[in-house]
């Protein structure tokens, strides 16, 4: 007896329907994967990659973790991004948040949330560092929403410091790095325009923010 049988049932109507609107669709699917476009976000329900951007299986590389975090410890998002570069290729790497993101804001707590605060560790430290500036913004939910912002441009400036991306960029490779950032009230997808395909970019990005 299959459990959850209504996700089966999406799952017939779902891949019929595909079948339908692009004949052939999964039979090159299972030949290739080519994406040039990779995406770090939160894992979040509410913030599906595919859907936002309207990408069909196969056109997007994703990985997703609590508050699209990039730790140079994390080696499920170095092999991720490791694959994605050296062996996908990819041109592009999007950091994407969201506003009013649940674990920005319990970093931004003055109380323990148990193991969830050794992985917001660095938002933490990042939200103590524009505590003060960040307070002279009018209410809780913009100093969140400002928090997300610059939770994306620290991740970031992560990505592109990884030896992956320094290595890639070294030998010429093609490689984009964006951040960006998406409302969950609206459906909207916002760029930050803070976008580097180069070390000397990168440096001026981390001279120019003083937040981060």
Same mark, same amino acid.
């Given at each position: 007896?299959?459990? #959850?049988?209504?996700?089966?049932?999406?799952?017939?109507?779902?891949?019929?329907?595909?079948?339908?609107?692009?004949?052939?669709?999964?039979?090159?699917?299972?030949?290739?994967?080519?994406?040039?476009?990779?995406?770090?976000?939160?894992?979040?329900?509410?913030?599906?990659?595919?859907?936002?951007?309207?990408?069909?299986?196969?056109?997007?590389?994703?990985?997703?973790?609590?508050?699209?975090?990039?730790?140079?410890?994390?080696?499920?998002? #170095?092999?991720?991004?490791?694959?994605?570069?050296?062996?996908?290729?990819?041109?592009?790497?999007?950091?994407?948040?969201?506003?009013?993101?649940?674990?920005?804001?319990?970093?931004?707590?003055?109380?323990?949330?148990?193991?969830?605060?050794?992985?917001?560790?660095?938002?933490?430290?990042?939200? #103590?560092?524009?505590?003060?500036?960040?307070?002279?913004?009018?209410?809780?939910?913009?100093?969140?929403?400002?928090?997300?912002?610059?939770? %994306?441009?620290?991740? #970031?400036?992560?990505?592109?410091?990884?030896?992956?991306?320094?290595?890639?960029?070294?030998?010429?490779?093609?490689?984009?790095?964006?951040?960006?950032?998406?409302?969950?009230?609206?459906?909207?997808?916002?760029?930050?325009?803070?976008?580097?395909?180069?070390?000397?970019?990168?440096?001026?990005?981390?001279?120019?923010?003083?937040? %981060?």
């Amino acid at each position: 007896m299959k459990t #959850l049988p209504e996700l089966f049932d999406n799952n017939e109507e779902w891949r019929h329907r595909i079948e339908r609107e692009h004949p052939g669709f999964f039979e090159k699917l299972v030949g290739q994967q080519q994406p040039k476009l990779l995406w770090i976000g939160c894992a979040d329900s509410r913030v599906p990659a595919n859907e936002i951007v309207g990408l069909m299986p196969g056109e997007l590389f994703v990985h997703r973790n609590v508050a699209n975090l990039v730790n140079h410890t994390d080696l499920n998002l #170095l092999s991720v991004l490791q694959f994605g570069v050296d062996v996908l290729q990819v041109e592009h790497i999007m950091v994407v948040g969201h506003y009013g993101c649940g674990g920005v804001r319990a970093a931004m707590e003055d109380e323990p949330h148990g193991l969830i605060d050794n992985w917001l560790r660095q938002v933490r430290e990042l939200y #103590l560092r524009n505590r003060k500036s960040l307070g002279e913004l009018p209410d809780e939910q913009a100093r969140v929403d400002r928090m997300c912002e610059l939770n %994306v441009e620290r991740q #970031l400036v992560n990505v592109a410091n990884t030896t992956i991306v320094q290595e890639a960029w070294r030998r010429g490779q093609k490689l984009n790095v964006h951040g960006w950032i998406y409302s969950i009230a609206d459906g909207h997808l916002s760029d930050l325009k803070l976008g580097v395909q180069s070390n000397q970019e990168l440096r001026q990005l981390e001279a120019d923010s003083y937040s %981060v």
